[in-house]
């Protein structure tokens, strides 16, 4: 395979002056350009891309950072995202953190070594000025981390409110909220809109924390099988709910007759799974249409309307309340 030393020793060229040629930056008379042309066509070569992001100091790379690829509901929004960057003619690094320092800290190498020319954080980094000190574009999803960095989040404080209305009207009086991990913002603000609108029927709920990617089956059950009189359930993703119907039914509890259930997300399962799943609805093609649209113009330098923007949810009503 040629080099671009190869095409520079053929044309009697310096290198630089076929890297002018080839990114077209630069003055370069119209004959020497046009036999850099013809000796590039000639061996064929084909311009190495990291070199080129190099010389331009633009790659045409949009990193994603996600917490976790096996989740549904980010896995969706990644597709949407992708889609979108790609009809930009801009390509994308995806990046699973697993939530880990280590490999953050990797990624932000790779992110320095390649010239990405944007990122979409997805992660709930505690790193957030070593991405800042990378002086790059940079738009948070699902959190707002800094007052600087543009952010695109659900309305999840809604998210709770509209799942506690559901419930409430479905005569629910016992309820138990399986969440995320209390330390996240998403799981706080769920938590804190469902906790308020029940308190204005004076009705408690018991909380119960678990991992959002893999939830513990026995955990739920365990929950389950100790408040036998509870009917009715709320849950911060569609896969703890689910976890949580197939509980009901080992407990010998008719969903939604006996206890009544609602997810959040939307996933795509969410409708497939017998019983269909009430739940919150996140609008993923909103939050990555947003997301992109506020990153480009961040690489343009264009004034953005809106820094921060909370994108409603709304409640879809199935099989699983009444």
Same mark, same amino acid.
């Given at each position: 395979?040629?080099?671009?030393?190869?095409?520079?020793?053929?044309?009697?060229?310096?290198?630089?002056?076929?890297?002018?040629?080839?990114?077209?930056?630069?003055?370069?008379?119209i004959e020497t350009r046009q036999m850099v042309l013809d000796v590039v066509q000639e061996l064929n070569y084909v311009p190495n891309e990291l070199a080129r992001s190099l010389f331009q100091k633009k790659s045409h790379i949009i990193a994603v950072?996600?917490?976790?690829?096996?989740?549904?509901?980010?896995?969706?929004?990644?597709?949407?995202?992708?889609?979108?960057?790609?009809?930009? @003619? &801009?390509?994308?690094?995806? *990046?699973?953190?697993? @939530?880990?320092?280590?490999?953050?800290?990797? &990624?932000?190498?790779?992110?320095?070594?390649?010239?990405?020319?944007g990122l979409i954080l997805i992660s709930n980094t505690h790193r957030i000025e070593d991405y800042?000190?990378?002086? +790059?574009?940079?738009?948070?999803?699902?959190?707002?981390?800094?007052?600087?960095?543009?952010?695109?989040?659900?309305?999840?404080c809604l998210g709770g409110s $509209?799942?506690?209305?559901? $419930?409430?009207n479905g005569g629910c009086k016992k309820i138990i909220h399986f969440r995320g991990p209390s330390d996240l913002v998403t799981v706080r603000e769920r938590t804190e809109?469902?906790?308020?609108?029940?308190?204005?029927?004076? +009705?408690?709920?018991?909380? &119960? @924390?678990?991992?959002?990617?893999?939830?513990?089956?026995?955990?739920?059950?365990?929950?389950?099988?100790?408040?036998?009189? *509870?009917?009715?359930?709320? *849950? @911060?993703?569609?896969?703890i709910a689910i976890h949580a119907i197939q509980a009901l039914h080992k407990a010998g509890k008719r969903v939604p007759e006996d206890v009544q259930v609602i997810g959040f997300d939307n996933i795509e399962l969410a409708e497939i799974f017998k019983p269909n799943l009430t739940t919150i609805s996140q609008s993923r093609e909103k939050i990555g249409k947003y997301a992109v649209k506020t990153l480009m113009k961040l690489i343009n330098k264009e004034e953005l309307e809106q820094v921060h923007r909370k994108i409603d949810v709304k409640l879809i009503e199935r099989e699983t309340t009444k």
């Amino acid at each position: 395979m040629s080099t671009i030393k190869d095409v520079a020793k053929k044309a009697h060229v310096s290198v630089a002056t076929v890297s002018r040629v080839i990114n077209q930056k630069g003055y370069v008379n119209i004959e020497t350009r046009q036999m850099v042309l013809d000796v590039v066509q000639e061996l064929n070569y084909v311009p190495n891309e990291l070199a080129r992001s190099l010389f331009q100091k633009k790659s045409h790379i949009i990193a994603v950072l996600v917490p976790q690829l096996t989740s549904y509901y980010f896995a969706e929004l990644l597709d949407i995202i992708e889609d979108l960057i790609v009809n930009l @003619d &801009y390509r994308v690094m995806v *990046c699973n953190s697993h @939530d880990d320092p280590e490999k953050e800290s990797k &990624y932000l190498k790779i992110f320095d070594q390649y010239n990405i020319d944007g990122l979409i954080l997805i992660s709930n980094t505690h790193r957030i000025e070593d991405y800042k000190k990378l002086e +790059i574009p940079i738009v948070e999803i699902d959190h707002k981390l800094t007052e600087d960095i543009p952010s695109v989040t659900s309305n999840n404080c809604l998210g709770g409110s $509209l799942a506690a209305e559901k $419930l409430v009207n479905g005569g629910c009086k016992k309820i138990i909220h399986f969440r995320g991990p209390s330390d996240l913002v998403t799981v706080r603000e769920r938590t804190e809109g469902f906790k308020t609108a029940l308190q204005k029927y004076k +009705i408690n709920s018991f909380s &119960y @924390d678990l991992d959002f990617i893999k939830p513990s089956g026995e955990e739920i059950e365990n929950v389950i099988f100790s408040n036998p009189d *509870c009917d009715g359930i709320f *849950c @911060d993703s569609d896969i703890i709910a689910i976890h949580a119907i197939q509980a009901l039914h080992k407990a010998g509890k008719r969903v939604p007759e006996d206890v009544q259930v609602i997810g959040f997300d939307n996933i795509e399962l969410a409708e497939i799974f017998k019983p269909n799943l009430t739940t919150i609805s996140q609008s993923r093609e909103k939050i990555g249409k947003y997301a992109v649209k506020t990153l480009m113009k961040l690489i343009n330098k264009e004034e953005l309307e809106q820094v921060h923007r909370k994108i409603d949810v709304k409640l879809i009503e199935r099989e699983t309340t009444k």
